[in-house]
């Protein structure tokens, strides 16, 4: 088993920077593609961008360029750099890990993990 625990987020001004971090325990990360995903009120958890067990980063086209993922497998922790945030970020981010094959990395139903969800507000 593997636990996720998400920290970071809060309110923000719209043009403003979070960073997410996502702490494991229970089992290493290294064997793990791992995601942040978001789920907004009255919508489905949606993909926000995901690295691959050999650093290998994927993005939802509407973060390219303000987000970046990254992971140090030391530390056991993925993190996700938000910058130039914007009002339609406002969503919970959750921190998945998946042990499932690279090709399905944006798809939220192949994640074995999950961590509880951090609230990231932004103001316009």
């Known amino acids: 088993q593997v636990q996720l625990v998400e920290s970071g987020g809060g309110l923000v001004q719209a043009g403003g920077s979070l960073r997410l971090s996502c702490a494991a325990s229970g089992r290493t990360l290294r064997n793990y593609n791992m995601g942040w995903f978001l789920q907004a009120p009255g919508k489905e958890r949606e993909f926000v961008a995901a690295?691959?067990?050999?650093?290998?980063?994927f993005y939802r086209d509407s973060v390219k360029g303000r987000f970046t993922i990254s992971r140090d497998n030391a530390k056991n922790a993925v993190y996700l750099q938000m910058d130039s945030l914007k009002p339609e970020d406002t969503a919970v981010y959750y921190c998945?890990?998946?042990?499932?094959?690279?090709?399905?990395?944006?798809?939220?139903?192949?994640?074995?993990?999950w961590g509880q969800g951090t609230q990231v507000t932004v103001s316009s």
């Open positions: 998945a890990g998946s042990s499932a094959v690279l090709s399905s990395i944006r798809m939220a139903n192949m994640y074995n993990y």
């Open positions: 690295i691959g067990r050999s650093g290998g980063t």
